[in-house]
């Protein structure tokens, strides 16, 4: 699928993340159930699906004919940054032809020694026709990503890194700023947790809207139905 098939599908809509990593109740050894999820997201209507691994990637694929956001959660000694951090990850979901590649592009020190910078020159000179989406925390990190040539840029870490804005729900400040000053279309995900919080996002100008948590993991789900009921 080609960057401007992508733009053009996704452009307003509603893509849903499907996860499950190795300690939540929805990982299954034997087999990815996240293709169960995203076909019941593309039944819904949403235009695109966001996933982690080799394994969860290729077989929801093979069920949904939607663009996938792919992403492989590593953990690397040296470095905070545990989303498709090494050029081993970009490699292996280039080889399963993953729509678009999403990155850590915050700006903390890498685990290689390398700067975010640097590291992205190399993938695109390895991969010229590479589709990415930088995941930051940050307006200036955001800023950086623009200036690196990244396809789009999603708000995915705000908050979630010790020196971005801590609020309780999405961060609507940041995705309003970086939609007013910079070109680079903006996918705005994180802690979007009811249809009014995607429909604000669209309303102040993001081009799209990542949800997972409040669709696809029911341990989340129903540990927030407990709290705000007080139990």
């Known amino acids: ?27 299954y050894d034997k087999m990815s159930l996240m293709p169960f999820m995203a076909k019941a997201a593309m039944q819904a ?6 996933a982690n691994s080799v394994r969860d990637i290729e077989q929801i694929k093979k069920v949904v004919d939607l663009p996938v956001i792919g992403i ?16 081993k ?10 729509d678009i590649i999403a990155l850590d592009c ?35 990190e955001a800023k950086n990503a623009e ?8 708000t995915t870490l705000s908050g979630y890194t010790p020196y971005s804005k801590k609020v ?4 609507f400040e940041l995705i309003e700023k970086l939609v007013k000053e910079l070109n680079t279309p903006i996918i705005a995900e994180g802690r979007v947790h009811t249809p009014e919080h995607a429909k604000k996002m ?3 100008g993001a081009y799209c809207v990542v949800v997972g948590g409040a669709i696809t993991r029911p341990l989340e789900i129903a540990t927030r139905f407990i709290k705000g009921m007080g139990l």
């Open 202 to 204: 669209l309303e102040i």
């Open 1 to 27: 699928m080609t960057k401007e098939e992508i733009l053009k599908k996704i452009k307003g809509q509603l893509i849903v993340s499907c996860q499950a990593l190795e300690n939540e109740p929805l990982y």
């Open 147 to 154: 200036l690196m040539g990244i396809d789009f840029i999603g």
């Open 72 to 87: 492989i959660k590593k953990d690397y000694e040296g470095g905070e940054q545990y989303i498709t951090v090494s050029m």
């Open 89 to 98: 990850e970009i490699d292996e979901l280039v080889s399963i032809g993953t």
């Open 45 to 50: 209507g949403a235009k695109g699906i966001r």
């Open 106 to 140: 915050t700006l903390r020190p890498r685990y290689d020694g390398l700067t975010i910078n640097e590291h992205v020159k190399k993938i695109k000179e390895k991969y010229p026709d590479i589709v990415l989406m930088a995941d930051i925390s940050t307006f200036e």
């Open 168 to 171: 309780e729900g999405p961060d």
